[in-house]
C-alpha cells in the first residue's frame, strides 16, 4: 500500500510502527484533506462511553478541569478518544462537511448524522478546548471535525428527536439488536437484564418481549431505579442487587423467577461476570455488553464454576441496529422515559 | 453464612474484604483443614496457562531464576496462582489425598487427578519451593497441596497416556469440545484455526473435521510449525502468517479459502482480534480461546468494522471435554505427534 491508497477499515490513518487497525492503534493521522473513500464531519457533540466516562470521573475525583484536561491531552496525543484505561471510546453527532468523490457510505454534505463506529478508531481534532464544557457527564458539547471511513458507519439523526436523544439510543443500539437475536434463539426464554435501568438496558428488555421472552427480570443498584423501572413497565420482576456480588445477584434472580436463560450485562462497572455467569442456567447465554467485562474474568469464571453457558461479546455492530432501536423507543413510552429522565440529570 | 459453612463456589476461602468469587479474589483461605464438601489434593506438578508463563518469560527475559521467585510470590501472598498482568492461571496435577465426607465429586483417596478447574481459583501452598524448577517452560515439578470445592471439576488421569501427555490434553480440553458445538450449527462451514499448530489449535481442528467442517485451514507463525502442521495432516489449507497484522491475515485467509464462517483464535499473543475479525465471513462466529483477548478490542473492533460476526469468550468448560480430548487424541495421530513434539522441547 502506498501512501496515496487508502484502505475502507483506515488503516491508512494508523501512525503506528506496527500494522494495526485504527482502533488498536496508538497514534491516528488527523490530517483534514480527505482521501477519496473518505467523509469529514463537523463535529457538535461527543457522547463518551460510559464506562470511560466513570474511569476519568474516578481518577479526577469529580474535577470536572481535570476530566476535560485528560480528555483534551488524550485525543491531542492519539488523535482519536480512546481511554487508556478502559480501552474505550464513545460516539459523535456533527454534520457531514465534505465528502470524498469514492465514499460508499451516501452521505451529502449538511447532512446532520451520528456515527456508529467508535470513537476509539476515528480521526479527530477538537478545535474549541472544549471551552464550553465543565468535565461534567459523558456528553461534550465540540466544535472539531472527525473523519470517517470507506468501511465506518453513520445513521441520520432523526427529524422527530431531540439530538441529545437520538445520541443516546445510536449509543447503545447494538444492545437491543444483539439480545433480540439471541432470544429469537430460544423458545420462550427467561431473560434478565443486569442493569435494567440505563439506557442499553432498558432497550434490551424491550426488545427481550418483544421477541417472545416469557418472563423478564430487570436488575438495578438502587431503590431509585426500581421504582422508575416499575413505572416503565418493562420488566415482569423488578429487583435491587449490586451486580458485583455474585451471590446476592444469583439469589436475587432467582428468586424473581431465575435462573434466566438469556442474561444482558449492561452495568459498565468491573466484576459483574462471576454473578452473571452464576444467575444463568444450564446451556443459557450471557451477552456482556459492558466494556468494564473483563475476558479473563468470564472465560475463566465459567470454567471455575463449571458452568455450561455461551458467552457473547457484545458486538456492537448487527444490521439495522440503529432503526430498531429508534423504533424501540418511539414504541416504548417506558424505554423513553428513561431515556429523558437520564437526559434531565 | 457463617464460617463454619461452605459454599459449593468456593466463597468461603475468600479472603478479601469484598464478596467476590475465588477466581475474582486477591487472596484465598489456604488452610490445610477441609470443610465437608471439600478435596485436597498432593500436588505433583503445575501448568501454567501459556500466556500467564509467555508473560513472566518476558517480563523476566528469560531468566529462570526470576520467573520461579515471580511465581511463588504470587502463590504465597494470593494463596492461588494466577498471573496479575494476564489473569490467568492453568491446572495442575496430583494424588487425591483426602475427600470431606460431603463432597460430590466422587474422587478416592490416592487416585490421579487433574484439575479442571483454574489455578486462579484453587487454593495452593507449595512446599518445596519450586526447587526442580528452573523457571523455564511452563510445566512445573512441585510438591504441596491445594483444594478443590464443591463445584470443582478434576478429570482422573488416563491410565494409558503419560502423566505429561494428559495434563497438556486437559490443559485445553474447552477448546475442541467448543469448537464442536459451534461447527454443528452451521452446515458445511469453513473453519480457519489461528495458532493451529498448538494444543488447543490442533485439537480443534481435529473436532471441526470430526464434526462436518466442509474446509479447514490452519494458521501458523514459521515455516516450521507449518512443516509439522501438513506432516500431521489436520488442515486442508495451511498458511503462515502473523496475527497480530489483520490485513496479512486476512488475505492470507481469504488466499486460502477464506473468509471462515467460524475462525478459532488460539495464539496466545494480544492484538490478533482486529485480524481474526476481518478473515471471519458475515453472519460468522468468532471463538477466542487466548487468555490474551481484549474484551473491548474485540467488540470495539466488531463494531469498527461493521462487521456482523458473533464472537464467543472461549468457555474452557464444557460437559464432556475432557473424555472428548482424549479420544480426539488418540484417533488423530497427526493431533498426538504435534503434543509430542511440543513436550519434548
Same mark, same amino acid.
Given at each position: 500500500?502506498?501512501?496515496?491508497?487508502?484502505?475502507?477499515?483506515?488503516?491508512?490513518?494508523?501512525?503506528?510502527?506496527?500494522?494495526?487497525?485504527?482502533? #488498536?492503534?496508538?497514534?491516528?493521522?488527523?490530517?483534514?484533506?480527505?482521501?477519496?473513500?473518505?467523509?469529514?464531519?463537523?463535529?457538535?457533540?461527543?457522547?463518551?462511553?460510559?464506562? $470511560?466516562?466513570?474511569?476519568?470521573?474516578? /481518577?479526577?475525583?469529580?474535577?470536572?478541569? *481535570?476530566?476535560?484536561?485528560?480528555?483534551?491531552?488524550?485525543?491531542?496525543?492519539?488523535? /482519536?478518544?480512546?481511554?487508556?484505561?478502559?480501552? $474505550?471510546?464513545?460516539?459523535?453527532?456533527?454534520?457531514?462537511?465534505?465528502?470524498?468523490?469514492?465514499?460508499?457510505?451516501?452521505?451529502?454534505?449538511?447532512?446532520?448524522?451520528?456515527?456508529?463506529? $467508535?470513537?476509539?478508531?476515528?480521526?479527530?481534532?477538537?478545535?474549541?478546548?472544549? #471551552?464550553?464544557?465543565?468535565?461534567?457527564?459523558?456528553?461534550?458539547?465540540?466544535?472539531?471535525? *472527525?473523519?470517517? @471511513?470507506?468501511?465506518?458507519?453513520?445513521? /441520520? !439523526?432523526?427529524?422527530?428527536?431531540?439530538?441529545?436523544?437520538?445520541?443516546?439510543?445510536?449509543?447503545?443500539?447494538?444492545?437491543?439488536?444483539?439480545?433480540?437475536?439471541?432470544?429469537?434463539?430460544?423458545?420462550?426464554?427467561?431473560?434478565?437484564?443486569?442493569?435494567?435501568?440505563?439506557?442499553?438496558?432498558?432497550?434490551?428488555?424491550?426488545?427481550?418481549?418483544?421477541?417472545?421472552?416469557?418472563?423478564?427480570?430487570?436488575? !438495578?443498584?438502587?431503590?431509585?431505579?426500581?421504582?422508575?423501572?416499575?413505572?416503565?413497565?418493562?420488566?415482569?420482576?423488578?429487583?435491587?442487587?449490586?451486580?458485583?456480588?455474585?451471590? #446476592?445477584?444469583?439469589?436475587?434472580?432467582? /428468586?424473581?423467577?431465575?435462573?434466566?436463560?438469556?442474561?444482558?450485562?449492561?452495568?459498565?462497572?468491573?466484576?459483574?461476570?462471576?454473578?452473571?455467569?452464576?444467575?444463568? %442456567?444450564?446451556?443459557?447465554?450471557?451477552? @456482556?455488553?459492558?466494556?468494564?467485562?473483563?475476558? $479473563? *474474568?468470564? %472465560?475463566?469464571?465459567?470454567?471455575?464454576? %463449571?458452568?455450561?453457558?455461551?458467552?457473547?461479546?457484545?458486538?456492537?455492530? !448487527?444490521?439495522?441496529?440503529?432503526?430498531?432501536? @429508534?423504533?424501540?423507543?418511539?414504541?416504548?413510552?417506558?424505554?423513553?422515559?428513561? @431515556?429523558?429522565?437520564?437526559?434531565?440529570?
Amino acid at each position: 500500500m502506498t501512501l496515496s491508497e487508502s484502505d475502507p477499515t483506515g488503516l491508512h490513518r494508523v501512525l503506528d510502527d506496527a500494522v494495526v487497525l485504527p482502533q #488498536a492503534a496508538q497514534r491516528l493521522d488527523t490530517r483534514r484533506e480527505l482521501w477519496p473513500d473518505e467523509v469529514r464531519i463537523r463535529v457538535e457533540m461527543l457522547n463518551l462511553d460510559a464506562a $470511560s466516562y466513570r474511569q476519568l470521573e474516578r /481518577k479526577h475525583s469529580g474535577h470536572g478541569d *481535570a476530566i476535560r484536561a485528560e480528555v483534551l491531552e488524550i485525543v491531542r496525543t492519539r488523535g /482519536k478518544m480512546q481511554n487508556p484505561e478502559t480501552g $474505550s471510546g464513545g460516539m459523535l453527532v456533527g454534520t457531514v462537511e465534505e465528502v470524498g468523490p469514492a465514499s460508499p457510505l451516501g452521505l451529502e454534505v449538511g447532512a446532520r448524522v451520528s456515527t456508529l463506529v $467508535s470513537l476509539t478508531l476515528t480521526p479527530l481534532v477538537i478545535e474549541d478546548d472544549l #471551552a464550553r464544557w465543565d468535565g461534567l457527564g459523558e456528553r461534550i458539547p465540540c466544535d472539531g471535525y *472527525a473523519v470517517l @471511513f470507506g468501511r465506518s458507519i453513520a445513521a /441520520k !439523526v432523526p427529524g422527530d428527536l431531540p439530538a441529545e436523544l437520538s445520541l443516546s439510543v445510536l449509543d447503545v443500539c447494538g444492545a437491543p439488536a444483539l439480545t433480540s437475536r439471541v432470544v429469537a434463539g430460544y423458545s420462550t426464554p427467561t431473560v434478565t437484564v443486569i442493569g435494567a435501568g440505563g439506557k442499553s438496558g432498558s432497550l434490551s428488555l424491550a426488545a427481550a418481549r418483544e421477541e417472545g421472552a416469557a418472563h423478564t427480570i430487570g436488575v !438495578v443498584p438502587t431503590d431509585t431505579e426500581a421504582d422508575a423501572l416499575r413505572a416503565a413497565g418493562l420488566a415482569d420482576e423488578v429487583v435491587v442487587a449490586d451486580a458485583r456480588d455474585p451471590i #446476592a445477584l444469583r439469589d436475587a434472580v432467582v /428468586k424473581a423467577g431465575g435462573p434466566a436463560d438469556i442474561t444482558v450485562v449492561c452495568v459498565d462497572v468491573p466484576g459483574c461476570e462471576g454473578g452473571a455467569i452464576l444467575s444463568t %442456567a444450564e446451556r443459557g447465554t450471557v451477552i @456482556f455488553f459492558s466494556m468494564a467485562t473483563s475476558f $479473563s *474474568a468470564a %472465560a475463566l469464571g465459567a470454567e471455575g464454576l %463449571a458452568a455450561d453457558v455461551t458467552m457473547l461479546v457484545g458486538n456492537g455492530y !448487527v444490521p439495522g441496529h440503529a432503526e430498531h432501536a @429508534f423504533r424501540l423507543l418511539r414504541d416504548h413510552a417506558g424505554v423513553r422515559r428513561l @431515556f429523558e429522565g437520564r437526559l434531565d440529570r
